[in-house]
C-alpha cells in the first residue's frame, strides 16, 4: 500500500514538474514600457571612456597616505613589545549594556595570536627583498609581509604573494624604527628583531 501511494506521489510530482516546463506564462495586469537605457549598453558606454593603461598605473603605483618609512637598520637588535591594554573608557553594546568597564585589562595575544609572525621591509630596496626571498618567511605563507616603502603591487607580483603596507598605527603599536625587521610571537608578547644587511661592495 505504502508503495504505491509512494509510486503515484512520484508521477504526480513529475507531471507537475513537466506541465510547468511546458507553460508559457503570459503577463498579468497593465505594463508598461522600459524608458531606462539597458545596463548592459550603459556599461559598454562608459567602459569606453576608461583609460586601462591610466588605470593600470595609478593601481602600480599606490600608496596609502599614512604609509610609514623605516630608515635601514643600522645593526642587529632584539627587543619586546607587550600589547597589554587598560581601556580609558566604558565599553557598551547598542543597547545601552556594559561590556567592557574602563580599567579593564587585556592582552589581544590571548584571543588571537600572530602564529605565522610579520616581516617589515622596504620594498624599494632590492637587498631587502633578496633578503627576503631567502628567509625561512619566504616560504611559510602564513607569515604577514609589510611594505615601509615601495609598491606593493610590483612586490606582490614578484613574489607572488600576498603584500601590504605599513602605516603609522601599527608602526606606533609594534615600536618600529628600522627595516627589515621580523615580529614574532613568544610568550603572550612581540619579540622584535631588527635585522643587519651589511651594504654590497
Same mark, same amino acid.
Given at each position: ?8 506521489l512520484w508521477i504526480i510530482t513529475c507531471a507537475? #514538474? +513537466?506541465?510547468?516546463?511546458?507553460? !508559457?506564462?503570459?503577463?498579468?495586469? !497593465? ?13 559598454? #558606454? ?16 599606490? #600608496? ?7 630608515? !635601514?637598520?643600522?645593526?642587529?637588535? +632584539? ?38 609572525g610579520m616581516v617589515v621591509i622596504d620594498g624599494?630596496?632590492?637587498?631587502? +627583498? ?11 605563507? !602564513? ?11 610590483? +612586490?606582490?607580483?614578484e613574489l607572488k604573494r600576498p603584500v601590504y ?37
Amino acid at each position: 500500500m505504502e508503495s504505491k501511494l509512494l509510486s503515484a506521489l512520484w508521477i504526480i510530482t513529475c507531471a507537475t #514538474q +513537466v506541465w510547468a516546463a511546458h507553460t !508559457r506564462l503570459e503577463p498579468v495586469g !497593465r505594463t508598461y514600457p522600459i524608458v531606462e537605457q539597458d545596463i548592459r549598453e550603459e556599461f559598454k #558606454q562608459k567602459a569606453t571612456g576608461i583609460d586601462i593603461d591610466a588605470l593600470f598605473n595609478t593601481h602600480n603605483r599606490y #600608496q596609502p597616505a599614512n604609509l610609514h618609512p623605516l630608515p !635601514r637598520t643600522a645593526s642587529d637588535r +632584539v627587543f619586546t613589545v607587550d600589547l597589554t591594554h587598560t581601556l580609558d573608557h566604558d565599553i557598551k553594546d547598542s543597547q545601552g549594556n556594559l561590556l567592557y568597564p574602563q580599567g579593564f585589562t587585556f592582552n589581544p595575544l590571548q584571543y588571537a595570536g600572530l602564529r605565522g609572525g610579520m616581516v617589515v621591509i622596504d620594498g624599494s630596496d632590492p637587498q631587502q +627583498v633578496e633578503w627576503f626571498k631567502g628567509s625561512p618567511y619566504f616560504q611559510n605563507h !602564513r607569515a604577514i609581509l609589510l611594505l615601509s616603502g615601495g609598491y606593493a603591487a610590483e +612586490v606582490k607580483q614578484e613574489l607572488k604573494r600576498p603584500v601590504y603596507y605599513l602605516t603609522h598605527d601599527i608602526a606606533a603599536r609594534l615600536q618600529l624604527k628600522a627595516a627589515p625587521s621580523v615580529v614574532v610571537e613568544q610568550d603572550n608578547k612581540l619579540t622584535v628583531r631588527e635585522v643587519y644587511l651589511a651594504a654590497k661592495p
